[in-house]
């Protein structure tokens, strides 16, 4: 999800980060790049560990987090991310 999408709400301040490029990073190494869908949503397959979740081209007051993700060995992981776009 982004948000808040407007300067002052009458509704929802969020909306689906369509479009979003992901990366996921293991010791500064790249391991998976991957596009949210136009609802917002992604899909990863990653080993288990600690991963540095990035993207590029962020607008100077916009930012993602979380930051970092664990991905649990043996499971399926599920992580909401969210880019705050930085307007008030």
Do not use: I
Not at 59 to 87: A, C, I, K, M, S
């Amino acid at each position: 999800m982004r948000g808040p999408t407007t300067p002052v709400c009458d509704t929802s301040c969020e909306a689906p980060a369509r479009g979003l490029v992901l990366q996921f990073r293991r010791d500064g190494k790249l391991q998976a790049r991957v596009t949210t869908s136009r609802t917002g949503r992604y899909l990863v397959r990653l080993r288990p560990g600690t991963y540095a979740v990035t993207t590029p081209n962020l607008r100077p007051r916009e930012q993602l987090t979380p930051q970092l993700v664990r991905v649990p060995r043996g499971r399926v992981g599920r992580v909401d991310l969210h880019l705050d776009t930085g307007l008030q």
